[in-house]
């Protein structure tokens, strides 16, 4: 989650700071539109693979999945806050971003809640489901990262968050396929637990 955490900072940091809180940004050329679409998928992408992580989760009873999930969740938080604020003033990108930061707060909550429920039922997570899984999110977040690289330098700190947020979140990926290697081979809950915790740190 650390890459989302991050990502999320910098874009409330540059949707608050004085540049004008009403002046409008100037309207979106043909590099723009690109970066739009590029956005939009890439928040759809996140979006989705979300669902499939909560999914498979919930099936093997890993925290470490649940809490990446929240890290795409986040993700597409951001991207979707990205295409909000291409066009808007900057008043209206801050009045978005503290609404985002409140609602994701609750399911971060959730994952810690699903960490507490383990130490109660500490049965390790199937391994193969969750190293796939991990497998898949590397793919999303990589590909996420190409659709991104061009555009990182493009309307500020607010898409470069974002290209930065794909680029990180492969190292929970990585992390999370080496908890499933280790729960693998130690038939335990704790690369699982030890993943999550690592994500919230």
């Known amino acids: 989650m650390l890459g989302g955490r991050q990502a999320l900072a910098e874009t409330l ?21 690109a970066l739009r679409r590029a956005v939009r998928l890439v928040a759809l992408l996140n979006l989705g693979y979300c669902g499939i992580e909560v999914a498979v989760a919930l099936t093997i009873g890993s925290v470490s999945l649940f809490a990446d999930s929240i890290d795409f969740l986040e993700d597409a938080a951001v991207n979707g806050l990205i295409l909000v604020a291409l066009g808007r003033s900057a008043h209206r990108r801050a009045l978005v971003g503290m609404a985002l930061a409140a609602i994701l707060l609750a399911p971060g909550l959730a994952t810690l809640w699903t960490a507490w429920e383990k130490f109660a039922v500490p049965v390790p997570p199937a391994p193969v489901p969750l190293s796939l899984a991990g497998c898949g ?29 794909a680029r990180n979140d492969v190292l929970a990926n990585i992390a999370i396929i080496a908890a499933g290697l280790g729960t693998a081979l130690t038939v335990s809950l704790w690369p699982d637990l030890l993943v999550s915790v690592w994500g919230f740190s």
């Open 13 to 33: 940091d540059a949707a608050t700071e004085d540049t004008g809180m009403d002046r409008p940004v100037p309207h979106v050329n043909t590099a723009g539109a």
């Open 137 to 165: 999110a590397l793919v999303v977040n990589l590909g996420c990262a190409l659709l991104l690289v061009r555009f990182r330098a493009h309307s500020g700190s607010l898409t470069r968050a974002a290209f930065l947020s």
